[in-house]
Structures are given as C-alpha cells and as structure tokens.
C-alpha cells in the first residue's frame, strides 16, 4: 500500500498515545521568537531566567542561552544531553522564574500551558502546530479565559523531523508560537516575515 502524501493528511503529524513525540526545534525558530520579544519590549532578558522543561537534546536551549542571562533545562527522558531528567506536570511545582519557553508534547500541551503560568513571572512561550488553535473542547478549557497575548505565525515553514535535527526536509505542517506576555494584556496576531537565512548558523547542526 502506497503513503497517503497529500498536504491534509501530512499535516497531521499523529503521535501514539505514550509518545515522547520528539520532534526536535530548529534553533532559528526559537531565535526568532526572542528577537522578537527583544524588538517589542523593554525586557531585559540578559538579566532573566527561563526555563525550558521539555529540553530534548538541547536545540532550543542552546539559542536561548544566547539571550537569557541563565537558563534551567530538563527533560522527562533522557536524551545523553546532561540536562537533569524531572517530571514537569506530576510531583511538586517547580521554583519560580522569569520565562518558561517549550515545544511541550501535543497531547499534554495544555498541561504544560498551564504549569507554565503557575511558574512564570513574565511571560510564557510555546511552540505548537497551528492547528492548536482550533477546537471547542481546547477553546472551553484553556482559550476561553486564557487567551495568549500574542500569536506569532510563521510566514515559513518550520521543518522538525522525528527524532533528529536537520536543515533539509519540508513540511505540510504550520506552526506558531503562543505568547502570554503579563505586561501585554489583550490578544494579537502577528505574522513573523521569512527570516530562518538571517538566524540560522551552521553550528546548530553540529549537535544534531
């Protein structure tokens, strides 16, 4: 039997129900993010902590380290990184800091929303498909009364593939970032112009 290939079904990037769903970030698309809250806010992020708690292999720590003054990383499954390996969502609360910034696992992404603001003193960021943004059940439970304060909408195609890191591939499936941002109140969409050539260095392979 031949692949179903068409833009709707590749889009829909299904994971099994006990998946780590390891779909390592580009390091462009969290620089992206970062540059801008930089250009939007008067934050100081040099002088902030994040915390990214669905770590991976360090492909989007290692950007964030770039604009944070320091930041906190773990996983649930040890990836061979050297980041600690910690349950976010079960056992208790992690300590307080400035940012958390994810890609969380699809199917616990509202879980990992909502932890996230428990322990985030400036502001939330994740990384999801698009296609997050819809549903009734997902609207009642998070969107309702915890709308982002921004969307950022990737004008390009962010590539991740299973399991490992590359510059090459293509994708059916779009992906935003979710920003909830305390000193900005009220809900936007933005648009983020094509800009992966101007932040993607070649030695954000070199970890892949």
Same mark, same amino acid.
């Given at each position: 039997? +031949?692949?179903? +290939?068409?833009?709707?079904?590749?889009?829909?990037?299904? %994971?099994?129900?006990d998946s780590?769903?390891?779909? #390592?970030?580009?390091?462009?698309?969290?620089r992206a993010l970062c540059e801008w809250i930089v250009r939007r806010s008067i934050d100081k992020l040099t002088g902030m902590t994040a915390? %990214?708690?669905?770590?991976?292999?360090?492909?989007?720590?290692?950007?964030?380290?770039?604009?944070f003054g320091s930041v906190e990383a773990a996983d649930v499954h040890d990836y061979g990184a =050297?980041?600690?390996?910690q349950d976010y969502l079960f056992g208790p609360a #992690?300590?307080?800091?400035d940012w958390t910034i994810t890609n969380p696992p699809f199917r616990l992404a509202e879980q990992f929303i909502d932890r996230a603001l428990e322990t985030?003193?400036? =502001?939330?960021?994740?990384?999801?498909?698009?296609?997050?943004? %819809?549903?009734? =059940?997902?609207y009642e439970r998070l969107f309702r009364n915890l709308a982002p304060t921004d969307v950022l909408q990737f004008s390009e195609r962010v590539v991740m593939h299973r399991g490992k890191?590359? #510059?090459? =591939?293509?994708?059916?499936?779009?992906?935003?970032?979710?920003?909830w941002h305390y000193d900005h109140p009220g809900s936007q969409m933005h648009w983020l112009p094509p800009c992966r050539k101007f932040l993607e260095v070649p030695e954000d392979y070199q970890h892949a």
């Amino acid at each position: 039997m +031949t692949q179903n +290939t068409s833009p709707a079904v590749m889009a829909q990037r299904r %994971e099994a129900h006990d998946s780590l769903d390891d779909f #390592p970030t580009p390091p462009w698309a969290t620089r992206a993010l970062c540059e801008w809250i930089v250009r939007r806010s008067i934050d100081k992020l040099t002088g902030m902590t994040a915390r %990214e708690p669905a770590a991976n292999r360090g492909h989007m720590v290692r950007p964030l380290q770039e604009y944070f003054g320091s930041v906190e990383a773990a996983d649930v499954h040890d990836y061979g990184a =050297g980041y600690a390996v910690q349950d976010y969502l079960f056992g208790p609360a #992690p300590s307080l800091v400035d940012w958390t910034i994810t890609n969380p696992p699809f199917r616990l992404a509202e879980q990992f929303i909502d932890r996230a603001l428990e322990t985030s003193k400036v =502001g939330v960021a994740v990384i999801v498909r698009t296609a997050f943004l %819809e549903g009734v =059940g997902r609207y009642e439970r998070l969107f309702r009364n915890l709308a982002p304060t921004d969307v950022l909408q990737f004008s390009e195609r962010v590539v991740m593939h299973r399991g490992k890191l590359s #510059p090459k =591939g293509s994708t059916a499936t779009a992906y935003c970032w979710l920003v909830w941002h305390y000193d900005h109140p009220g809900s936007q969409m933005h648009w983020l112009p094509p800009c992966r050539k101007f932040l993607e260095v070649p030695e954000d392979y070199q970890h892949a």
